[in-house]
C-alpha cells in the first residue's frame, strides 16, 4: 500500500508543478542527465521524476537538494523572508502605537529635570 498526500489546494498545486518545471528546464539548459542530477542531489531517479513532475509527496529537503546541485539554492531561503510577506507587515503597521509615550517613571523624571 503506497503513501498518499493529502489533497492540496489549486494554487499549490499549480506552484508545485511550475516549480518541477523549472527544474526541469534549468537541468536542460544545463545539458545535465536526470541520473547525474539525482546522483548529486543524492536522491534516486524514481525521485527526481516526481521532482520534476511537481509530486507534492518529495519532502522539501529533496527539492533543496535539487536546487543545491543546480545552484539555484540561495533563493529558498527568501521564500518565507519578510521583506516578501506583506500581509504580515501590514498586519504588523496595524499593531503599532498611535503615539509614543516614555513608560511613567521617565515622564515623572523629565519633568523634575
Excluded at 9 to 17: D, E, G, S, T
Excluded at 64 to 72: D, I, Q, R, Y
Excluded at 86 to 102: S, T
Amino acid at each position: 500500500m503506497g503513501k498518499t498526500t493529502p489533497p492540496q489546494p489549486l494554487p499549490v498545486k499549480r506552484a508545485l508543478r511550475k516549480l518541477g518545471a523549472d527544474i526541469r528546464d534549468a537541468r536542460k539548459r544545463r545539458r545535465i542527465p536526470l541520473d547525474l542530477l539525482a546522483q548529486r542531489a543524492l536522491t534516486s531517479h524514481v525521485t527526481m521524476i516526481k521532482v520534476e513532475r511537481g509530486d507534492p509527496s518529495v519532502s522539501i529537503g529533496v527539492y533543496a537538494n535539487v536546487l543545491f546541485a543546480l545552484g539555484l539554492v540561495e533563493r529558498l531561503g527568501d521564500v518565507a523572508d519578510r521583506a516578501y510577506d506583506e500581509v504580515g507587515q501590514a498586519l504588523e503597521d496595524e499593531r503599532l502605537p498611535k503615539r509614543a509615550r516614555l513608560p511613567s517613571r521617565a515622564r515623572k523624571a523629565a519633568r523634575d529635570e
